[in-house]
């Protein structure tokens, strides 16, 4: 047992490694696994993340901020709900308005 200020002295000996727990390398006799899909290209059908596939083209956001007021993407929200067309909001000013813990927004249609 060492004391608190006492290191450990090396011994010399050398441990292996369990070949179970070492990676195993492909050999030319496995097949390598296969390529991951490619991503489809930006704006594809389908591709949920992009703001505008998210809304019809006459979808309104319906945005109520906090007593005191807040400013988000250029504007000013409140306590009296702001309706502002989503086409008249850029991807990013949208995501910010959305991601914003002090905005309540939904999505209406106009």
Excluded: C, H, W, Y
Aim: no cysteine.
């Amino acid at each position: 047992m060492m004391a608190g200020n006492e290191t450990a002295k090396p011994t010399g000996k050398r441990t292996r490694r369990s070949k179970t727990t070492a990676q195993s390398k492909p050999t030319a006799a496995e097949p390598k696994p296969a390529a991951p899909a490619a991503d489809p290209p930006a704006g594809a059908p389908g591709d949920q993340d992009d703001a505008a596939s998210r809304t019809s083209a006459g979808a309104v956001l319906v945005v109520t901020g906090p007593q005191q007021g807040r400013r988000r993407a250029g504007r000013r929200f409140g306590p009296v709900p702001v309706r502002i067309a989503a086409v008249d909001l850029s991807e990013v000013e949208r995501e910010a308005i959305e991601n914003d813990p002090e905005l309540s927004v939904s999505i209406a249609e106009d």
